[in-house]
Antibody
Framework: QVQLQESGPGLVKPSQTLSLTCTVS??????????WSWIRQHPGKGLEWIGY???????YYNPSLKSRVTISVDTSKNQFSLKLSSVTAADTAMYYC??????????????WGQGTLVTVSS | EIVLTQSPGTLSLSPGERATLSCRAS???????LAWYQQKPGQAPRLLIY???SRATGIPDRFSGSGSGTDFTLTISRLEPEDFAVYYC??????????FGQGTKLEIK
């Protein structure tokens, strides 16, 4: 059973960079057929896709966040990471990591981490 | 950008009743790339349906999905107490690649 776990600071100051890591267990991040993604949810709101990465390092980002987002992967640690620069209060949200299965021809988010709340405040 | 609009915003029903949730896309999308998720308070979303009509692993058969083009439906045939939650539809494919509907809250009447 694949499990994902987010980690990182719960409080970030405005204008700084938010950094989160997702650790994958129960499966190898280097297995083909999967993308590894970040999604966020503002308090009491809906879901916003941030971007995804393939184990090779190929990335795709939401155009609305692209200028501030970097997603990277460390296959040796079975982890992938999110960096979001120049944060403001509008970036306060629950951040989820998730797996996308695409080998089947479908592209759903089939496994999710429990989420980590990040607050942007001075 | 494809916008997914879910209706109703809130649906009040009793256990044992049938729930019908709608997801309408601003333009035609492939049913292959339409999914539904359930989210309970304090939890991450859970995949229910992918490919518009295929149930994910472990999802009870009271959950079913249908639709094509711009109109998609999630049906829960007989509501169980644990089904009361927020439901999201999601599409993949058109920039920005993944978008979600705003959600339908299914509450106990």
């Amino acid at each position: 059973q694949v499990q994902l776990q987010e980690s990182g600071p719960g409080l970030v100051k405005p204008s700084q960079t938010l950094s989160l890591t997702c650790t994958v267990s129960g499966g190898s991040i280097s297995s083909g057929g999967y993308y590894w993604s970040w999604i966020r949810q503002h308090p009491g709101k809906g879901l916003e896709w941030i971007g995804y990465i393939y184990y090779s390092g190929s990335t795709y980002y939401n155009p609305s966040l692209k200028s501030r987002v970097t997603i990277s992967v460390d296959t040796s640690k079975n982890q992938f990471s999110l960096k979001l620069s120049s944060v403001t209060a509008a970036d306060t949200a629950m951040y989820y990591c998730a797996r996308i299965t695409f080998w089947s021809g479908y592209y759903p988010f089939d496994y999710w981490g429990q989420g980590t709340l990040v607050t942007v405040s001075s | 950008e494809i916008v997914l609009t879910q209706s109703p915003g809130t649906l009040s029903l009793s256990p044992g009743e049938r729930a019908t949730l709608s997801c309408r896309a601003s333009q035609s999308i492939s049913s292959t790339y339409l999914a539904w998720y359930q989210q309970k308070p304090g939890q991450a979303p859970r995949l229910l349906i992918y490919g518009a009509s295929s149930r994910a692993t472990g999802i009870p058969d009271r959950f079913s999905g249908s639709g094509s083009g711009t109109d998609f439906t999630l049906t829960i045939s007989r509501l169980e107490p644990e089904d009361f939650a927020v439901y999201y539809c999601q599409q993949y494919g058109s920039s920005p690649v993944y978008t979600f509907g705003q959600g339908t809250k299914l509450e106990i009447k």
